[in-house]
């Protein structure tokens, strides 16, 4: 990183702050050279992602679209806004940093799935059935099931699991969330 007083090429970082929900990088510096202090930022190089859907279709990652998929499957549960939001930066992310420029809708499910799972069993059962396209009530109790089973899946305080889910629930969920993809 060139000095902007003396041009030269070396300095040392005095101090880094994450800025931007940690989307940059603030860094105070020292030429090494005239000691002059300056500031530089870096920034995550945004990577264009294509999503690979289950009928072989291409298109371009769509945080809005999968914004929109998680709000549906988390409505009524009280998480707020912001609090998808941050999901949803996180998640991109994750898909920026791990699968590259390519990623089929079926790993973005498994994904989004890890991250409601710690949010909401409600969530996480009402994208579930729709994402795994469940065939039936009784793919929907099994996946109940699993996750009753392994409450380690499940890290909701008991104080915020008001939310218990049955088929009845499930069914008016399905028509809500619709075809996330
Ligand atoms: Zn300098």
Redesign the pocket.
């Known amino acids: 990183m060139q000095?902007p007083?003396?041009q030269?090429t070396d300095s040392r970082v005095l101090e880094s702050r994450s800025t931007e929900a940690g989307q940059s990088v603030r860094r105070r510096r020292e030429?090494l050279?005239?000691k002059?202090r300056f500031t530089t930022y870096e920034r995550i190089e945004f990577v264009p992602v294509t999503v690979i859907k289950r009928d072989g279709k291409r298109e371009s990652f769509d945080r809005s679209k999968l914004l929109r998929g998680i709000v549906r499957a988390c409505e009524k549960t009280g998480i707020d806004q912001r609090r998808l939001e941050a999901l949803v930066d996180e998640i991109e992310a994750e898909v920026q940093q791990r699968f590259g420029r390519e990623i089929t809708s079926n790993e973005i499910g498994e994904l989004v799935l890890q991250y409601l799972r710690g949010e909401s069993e409600v969530a996480y059962v009402r994208f579930a059935s729709v994402y795994r396209q469940f065939q039936g009530i009784r793919d929907f109790v099994e996946t109940l099931d699993h996750l009753k089973s392994n409450p380690e899946l499940i890290e909701i305080p008991p104080s915020e699991q008001t939310h218990s889910v049955n088929s009845e629930t499930w069914e008016k969920s399905v028509l809500r969330v619709g075809n996330w993809e």
Request: charged share 10%; glycine share 0%.
């Open positions: 000095c007083y003396c030269y030429c050279r005239c002059h």
